[in-house]
Structure formats: structure tokens, C-alpha cells
């Protein structure tokens, strides 16, 4: 009923910029917060950036300053910049919407997680 797909991942080296970017389209009445988690293998799930439907945003500490997240109605983006080696990591995006049915109701989605390779 909803999908959220992630896109623009890749390999860049120490310094460089990476945007990724991903839609959340379906069923959907409205969404709430968009964000962006990254998880490395055998370790939880990290929250990297949010962003909620008025704008208001949060960063992990590890990334202020270097990473911003916007949105344009069903698109969020992470504009990552002076990439590190230890922003290597499979980033995943979340949309937290309302389903349109009846009744409609609140759920968070992930999109299939895409990679990240920071390296020289």
C-alpha cells in the first residue's frame, strides 16, 4: 500500500558530498515525519536526521554541522558533506504517514536501506 524508496548511495572518498534522496508514495493521506537512520552490520539502528511536516528538524551530534536534511511534500533529502570513513554505513529512510482507508491509520514505513562507502 505505501512504498518509500531510497536513491543516490554510493562510494566517494574522505571530504567528498553524497545527496540521497527518497519518496514515500501509495496509499497514503498524509505524512508526518520523514528521516533518515544508518545501521552497520551486527549493530542497531542509528537515527541520523528528521524532519516533521512543518520543517522542524534533528541531527545526531555525529553529523551536525556537516549533513542537511529538507523535504518537498513526499520527498526527503540527507545533502551529506565532508564525508568520513565512519559514514560508511547502509542508510535507511523512514516516512511515518496515515493510511488512507477506512479507518485510516498511523504506521512508519522503511525504504530497502541503500549504501553508503566512504573510503580512499
Known amino acids: 500500500q505505501v512504498q518509500v524508496v531510497e536513491s543516490g548511495g554510493g562510494l566517494v572518498q574522505p571530504g567528498e558530498s553524497l545527496r540521497l534522496s527518497c519518496t514515500a508514495s501509495?496509499?497514503?493521506?498524509?505524512?508526518?515525519?520523514m528521516g533518515w537512520y544508518r545501521q552497520a552490520p551486527g549493530k542497531q539502528r542509528d537515527l541520523v536526521a528528521t524532519?516533521?511536516?512543518?520543517?522542524h528538524t534533528n541531527y545526531a551530534n555525529s553529523v551536525k554541522g556537516r549533513f542537511t536534511i529538507s523535504r518537498d511534500n513526499a520527498t526527503v533529502y540527507l545533502e551529506m558533506n565532508s564525508l568520513k570513513p565512519e559514514d560508511t554505513n547502509v542508510y535507511y529512510c523512514?516516512?511515518?504517514?496515515?493510511?488512507?482507508?477506512?479507518?485510516?491509520?498511523?504506521?512508519?514505513?522503511w525504504g530497502q536501506g541503500i549504501q553508503v562507502t566512504v573510503s580512499s
Open positions: 501509495g496509499n497514503i493521506f498524509s505524512i508526518h515525519e
Open positions: 524532519i516533521s511536516s512543518g520543517g
Open positions: 523512514n516516512a511515518d504517514v496515515t493510511v488512507a482507508t477506512i479507518p485510516p491509520y498511523e504506521y512508519g514505513y
